[in-house]
């Protein structure tokens, strides 16, 4: 029979089995927190989003524009 020795009083070696042994998985569950977007702040990818609606003729149009002047 082992003799009982306080969590506090064991060795860091032992303290470390022990410890690994309670461990478990997160499974399904991110322990990531999450929090939604901040609507306020600048977000570059929606400023550039006018430029994915144009149609490919007018995209042409203004680059080669923009090359002329």
């Not at 927190?33 to 490919?56: C, F, G, H, I, V």
Request: glycine letters at 2%; hydrophobic letters at 30%; charged letters at 35%.
């Amino acid at each position: 029979m082992e003799k009982f020795i306080p969590y506090e009083k064991l060795s860091k070696k032992e303290k470390r089995k022990i410890d690994q042994a309670r461990r478990q998985t997160w499974g399904e569950l991110n322990p990531v927190t999450r929090k939604p977007t901040n609507s306020k702040a600048y977000n570059r990818r929606k400023s550039q989003d006018w430029n994915r609606e144009l149609p490919p003729a007018a995209c042409d149009f203004f680059v080669c524009f923009s090359k002329i002047s």
